[in-house]
Every structure is written in C-alpha cells, then in structure tokens.
C-alpha cells in the first residue's frame, strides 16, 4: 500500500484529490444543467410539434363537427322528407371526403308508434356512395353512439373502434342530437352520426418524427392506444393496462392526467422498456391526447458527448497536474534530501562533504544556506577547539618535561651516598603544579669533604627547570677540592651573569663540611637561613651575612662564613616553599613556626624531614602549593673511632 | 597587582601596590618596559602598598632596572618595608639596589 509519506507524495494526493473534486463538482453541475437546458428545450419544441400536429388533427375534425352539426341543425329546422333526408346524408358524404359515412338515426317513439325504427346511413363503397337501412341490420337505440349523446344531450365522439363491416379500418364517429321544439316541448328526434376512417390519422401522426427513434402515439378517452408505430398495440392496450402490468403507480397517474386533458412533459419508460421522455398534450374536441416520446438516450447524446470530453480532458489534466506537482516536489525537497544526507555525513565527523548548493532564492535555498554557514562555524568551533585542547596538552606536555628535568638532576637517595659513618643526611621535594625551580644536591668534594648544595631558581616552568640544570651542572664542575663555598658560588654567578639577558637568577646555599673535624664552611647567596640544630639546645638560624643572590650580577665577591659542628648537630636547609606556604586566610607560615616545629622533633633525619614537610602540607591543607616545599636534613657523627 | 604612575619633576614614580609574583610579575615587566621605551628613565618605584614579592617578581625587579641602567637612566625604590624588605635583604638585592625611606628622599636623591 502507498502510504503518502513522502512531501511529494502528500503534494500530488492533495493537489490531486482536491481539484479533482472542484472539476468533478463543476462537471456535476455543468452535466445537470446541460440536461435541464436540453430537456427544457426538448419540451419546447415538442410543445410546438404536439401543437402544430393537434392543430392539424383539430382541423379535420372540426370541419366533420361542423357538417355533422349543420346537418343536425337543418334536421331540427323543419319537416324534411324521406328523400330530402337522403339527398342530405349523401352530400354530406360525397362533399366532405373525411367523411367515411353519415347516417340519421330516429328516436323509435317519435316516429308514431312503438317499434318504429328508421337510420339511412349512406357510406362509401369503393368510389361510389352506397346505402343501407341500419335499422335493418342492428338494434341501434342500444348501442353506445345513440345511447351516450341522446343521454348527455350533446355531440359525442365514440371511442375509435375498427369496422368489421364493410371499410375493415379504423373508424371513430361523431354522434350530435337532434331535436323538435323548444323550451318545454323540447324532445329527442334521434341522433345524426358521421363516421370518419382514422388511416389519415394514423399517417399524420405517424409522420412525427422525433430525433432518430422518438416517435408519437394517440390515446383516447379511456387511455386506449388509437395509434402507435407498433400496430399491433392500437385498440388493444391502454396506458392503465400497462401501468397495470408492470404496476407502475406513476404510470397510471401519469395516464390519469392524460385523460384529463392536462399536458406536460414527463418521464416515461416505452412500451419496450426504453428510458425516455414524454410530451403529452390533449386533442379538445374528442378528448383524446398525443403523446410525443423523446428516447432519453438520443436527447442526452450532446450531453453524455460532451460531459464524456470534459471527463477526458480532466483526466489528462489532472494527470498534468500531478506530473508537474511531482516535478516541484521533488525540485524542492531534492535539496532538502541531499541536506539529509549531508547531515548524515557531517554526524559521523565528514565536514568535507558536499552541500546541496544555497543559490535559490527560496526557504530551501535559505536553509541551504544557513546550514552551509552552521557547518563552517561548526568546522571553526572544532578546529578551535582542538587547538585549544592541543594547545593545554602542550602546556602540560611542557610541565611534565620540566618536572622531568627537575626529578632527573636531584641525587637518588636510595642508595645513598656510599655509607659513611660521618653524617647522616635525608632530603625530600614536594614538587608544585607549575615546577617551582627548587633543587638540592649533596656530593663528596674528596674524601674528607662534603658538599651541600640548595637552591631556588627564579621563575617557573621549563626556563626554570633548565636554568636549574645549568646551575647544578656549574656547581658540580666548580666544587673542587681546596676551594671555599665563596670560591664556587663566585666562579658560578660569573658564568651565570655574563650574557643574563632574562636576568634569571637563583639563590643558593653553599655548605663545605670537613667530615673529620666538623667545620662547615659556607656561603648564603640570597637563601633562605638554614636552621642549626645544636644538640641538646633550642633551633637557631645558621649566623651569616645575606648575599646577592647568584646570577644577578657580575663579579660579586662573595665571603664565606664557618662554624663546628659536634658530634649530633644538625643543620637544616630548606626552600621558601616552606615559609612562604600559606594557609586557607592567606597566612605565612613563616620562620618563627618553622623554628617552633623543627624544635620537637627528635627521630632519624628522613622521620624528621617528613615529619615537617606533614607539617607545612597540614598547615596549608586545601590550598594549591604554590612553590615547590624542599627540606635538607644532615647530622653530623663526627669520625668513627679508629 | 595595581601600578599607577605620576610625573615629578621629570621622575616618573610608580606606584606599585599588592603582590609582584610569577602572576603578576608579567605586568610589571611590560609597563617598566613601556616606561623605557617612552624614554622615562629616571623612575622612583613606590614599594608601600606592596605587601608581597616573590622570585619571580624580583626577576623583573631586577632585569628593568638593569634595562634603564643600560639606557642611561636610573630607578630607585622607596617605601620598601616589612615583607618586602625582608625578601629583598635576604636575597642581598639590597646590595644592587637603591632603597630609600620615602618616595621624597628618593627624589631627593636623584
């Protein structure tokens, strides 16, 4: 089943069915009218016909009425002899030749006596007059054209009957009264007749022809068929016989107003069931009616004709219609089919594909083009947005390179330094989202000398994490034995300094300790001060001079500074990250919490340098470390006993 | 971070108030930078309001003032206190650079 789902499908259904149904409407009309203005018509001309041929017909009869009454009028005149009454009968008939015959008929008792019966009646006989005494042959006051007129007392038509005797046609007569006296003595005298032969009749009527097989017939007073085209109906059938046969009420109404003397026009169906229509109108002076039929078939034939074009030229136009409604439809959602697709293409990530092109001027072709610029900023907006996630990858990509670097040039604790029984030392870093440029390092200069090296580079990032390679690398070249911390961290601003067009920096503190006699010579270059942690005795910052810090400038004299450590001292060094940690309301840790903190704890160095790095993180806890937290711890053991 | 500058007597003094850190250190270094090319070179830099410096912000401190210097020029700092001062001592910048009460006896010594 064709379900009209497309929009061209529903367009074509629409557009279709609706004018189809205004064409079959105004064809429906059109059709109803044309029949009504042909069938009007056709009752106009079969109006005239009818009475052009009941003119006709009125014509002839009225002449026989005229004779027939003339002759009764001369009979009531006056006493007319036997003889004068026969020469009267037998012109009547030689003059008037639609006359068939004419006879005078007396009324029995006027005659003298009872049984008394005289009737001349002269007729033709070939081309002669012939006579006959009626009275001879029949018991004439008993039949029905004496009987009727003498009891009406006026001029009578019979019905038509057919002359067994001597003309073996169709006859009709006309029966007029004639009387004696006047007023009160008016009596009956008898009846005069004239017969008249019906053939001319049957001819006249006969003669009407309508279309190519309408026709006319006669009905007489009674409704019996007089003449018809079949004749073998005429005088045996009568329209209520036929009603009566195929019980057609409308039928016999139909022959009841015919026999009224109403005209009209009707629908009526033929004696051989032919569809058709049917034009009645009385004949006045016998009562009878013609009835004239248009078969229906042939009256509509223009009609049907031209109704069946229309019906053809709709069809093709209607197939028109759709073929064109079908042609727009699909011009119109072609584009919108291939925006489908196109979004189809664009849904799996194909921006490259093809877009139905926005030229029209209409809603498709501004969709079109509203979708071809959503794609180019859809194509944009992800383009920018895989810059940006690639743009952060790099970023990251780039903190992790310098965290990196930083892991990678702080000494590995594990193992530690070739065990010796000088000094114990632990260092631990917690490094910063964004390296902080903090870095320690510890190496033996000989065998009796120590090295211990922590510093803070100036900025952050990759520039900080390689200018903290280059600074330990510096220093490690610049440690040679015999030299003093002041020496190295001189040699090192030095290099640093020349071409520090960054003007990076970084602060150091430098510390020599003689593992065998515990002196520490040392240098600070702008560090924060290192806690000395005697034995036995309360936290105190390392004493010592500031001093610039390294790089800053060129040819700083740097001067180092030295104390003794006994056996159980412990120094500890550590970054700002430390001090400067600060908590959620925005407070320092500071120097004095850090001399507070380092003054309880009593464990092994690594306890003891996780126990304040646990310190710093709970008193900054919930805040992003903003520097790196760094903490060196050494204690001297002094020499082993030998 | 805020700098504000105003014109004395040819010394252009800045204001600087809130924290010079690695966040703001930036803006520092492109307004001295703006300065030097605008061939004021004679500044006196107001360190009152400053509550906070770090490295990075003395990084800046240093490479503009190293900039004017090079320039012929000369930058100093007044008003240098608590926090700041103590940074500034500990890093030895005190050494390098020249620190002065007050804004007026920065002038003054120009």
């Known amino acids: 089943m064709l379900l009209a789902k497309t929009i061209a499908a529903r367009l074509i259904l629409v557009t279709v069915l609706c004018t189809a149904l205004v064409f079959a409407l105004v064809l429906g009309v059109v059709d109803y009218r044309s029949q009504a203005i042909v069938e009007a018509e056709a009752a106009q001309s079969a109006r005239h016909l009818a009475q052009a041929s009941v003119y006709r017909v009125e014509a002839v009869l009225g002449a026989v009425t005229k004779t027939t009454e003339g002759l009764a009028r001369t009979l009531e005149s006056g006493e007319i002899g036997d003889q004068e009454l026969r020469t009267l009968l037998r012109r009547s008939v030689e003059s008037n030749p639609e006359i068939f015959g004419a006879a005078a008929a007396f009324e ?30 029949e018991n004439y006051p008993l039949h ?29 007569s006309l029966s007029v009264p004639f009387y004696s006296g006047s007023g009160e003595q008016r009596r009956i005298r008898g009846i005069v007749t004239a017969d008249i032969a019906l053939d001319w009749l049957t001819k006249t009527v006969d003669a009407i022809k309508v279309l190519d097989t309408g026709y006319a017939f006669l009905l007489s007073r009674n409704g019996t068929v007089i003449t018809h085209p079949d004749a073998a109906r005429m005088l045996n059938e009568t329209i209520f016989s036929v009603a009566e046969a195929r019980d057609d009420p409308a039928m016999r109404e139909l022959g009841r107003r015919m026999i009224r003397g109403e005209s009209g026009f009707a629908p009526y169906l033929t004696f051989k069931e032919v569809k ?71 849904s799996e990530g194909r921006f490259d594909v093809r877009l139905p092109s926005g030229n029209a001027q209409d809603e498709v072709g501004a969709l079109s083009r509203a979708f071809r610029a959503m794609t180019i900023a859809l194509r944009e907006h992800i383009r920018r947005l895989v810059e940006t996630t690639s743009a952060k990858e790099r970023i990251e990509g780039e903190l992790r390179v310098a965290h ?40 033996e200069i000989d065998d009796n000398h120590l090295c211990l090296v922590i510093a803070d580079v100036a900025g952050k990032g990759v520039p900080a994490a390689l200018f903290m390679a280059v600074t ?8 040679k034995a015999g030299r003093s911390a002041a020496e190295i961290l001189g040699k090192v601003n030095d290099e640093i300094a020349r071409d520090n067009e960054q003007s990076m920096f970084v602060t150091v503190f430098c510390g020599i300790l003689n593992l065998k006699s515990g002196e520490l010579v040392y240098t600070n270059a702008g560090h924060n001060p290192p806690v000395l942690m005697r034995r036995g005795a309360a936290p105190e910052w390392l004493p010592g001079k500031p001093q610039l810090v390294v790089g800053a400038m060129p040819a700083i004299g740097y001067c180092s500074s030295s104390i003794v450590l006994e056996r159980g001292d412990r120094l500890m060094l550590y970054t700002d990250g430390v001090t400067e940690a600060v908590d959620l309301d925005g407070t320092f840790y ?43 711890l050494v204690e001297f053991r002094g020499p082993g006993l030998e | 971070m805020n700098i504000q500058f105003r014109d004395s007597a040819g010394v252009t003094v800045v204001a600087v108030a809130g924290k010079l850190d690695a ?3 930036a803006d520092y270094e492109t307004t001295m930078k703006a300065l030097l090319a605008d061939g004021k070179t004679r500044c006196v830099v107001d360190f009152s309001e400053l509550t906070y410096i770090s490295s990075a912000g003395l990084r800046v401190l240093l490479a503009a003032a190293k900039s004017t210097k090079a320039a012929g020029g000369e930058t100093r700092f007044a008003g240098v206190t608590g926090n700041v001062l103590a940074v500034i001592e500990m890093t030895g910048f005190n050494s390098i650079l020249s620190l002065h009460d007050s804004v007026d006896a920065a002038l003054g010594a120009m």
């Open chain 1, 108 to 137: 029995p008792a006027e005659l003298g006596g009872p049984e008394r019966r005289y009737a001349p009646y002269y007729f033709r006989s070939g081309d002669k007059i012939s006579s006959m005494q009626l009275d001879e042959t």
């Open chain 1, 144 to 172: 029905d054209w004496y009987q009727i007129p003498r009891e009406l007392g006026r001029a009578q038509w019979s019905e038509p009957y057919y002359d067994e005797g001597g003309s073996k046609t169709l006859m009709a």
């Open chain 1, 276 to 346: 058709s229509r049917l034009y009645y109108a009385p004949i006045p002076s016998t009562g009878w009616t013609l009835a004239i039929v248009f078969p229906e078939a042939e009256l509509f034939a223009d009609v049907r004709t031209l109704t069946l074009t229309v019906t053809a030229m709709g069809i093709a136009g209607l197939l028109l219609l759709a073929g064109i409604t079908l042609r727009i439809a699909r011009s119109l959602t072609r584009p919108l089919g291939e925006l489908a697709a196109a979004t189809a293409a664009i």
């Open chain 1, 404 to 443: 990196d670097i930083q892991m990678s040039i702080l000494p590995k604790m594990l193992p530690l330094l070739p065990q010796r029984a000088e000094f114990d030392l632990h260092a631990a870093m917690v490094t910063a989202k964004e390296v902080g440029g903090d870095f320690y390092d510890f190496f």
């Open chain 1, 472 to 479: 330990k690398t510096l220093l490690k070249a610049n440690a």
């Open chain 1, 590 to 632: 500071g120097e004095q919490r850090l001399l507070q903190d380092v003054a309880h704890t009593s464990g092994s160095v690594r306890d003891d340098v996780a126990a304040l790095i646990t310190a710093v993180e709970s008193f900054a806890a919930g805040t992003e470390p903003a520097d790196d937290i760094t903490v060196m």
């Open chain 2, 23 to 25: 966040l703001t250190a």
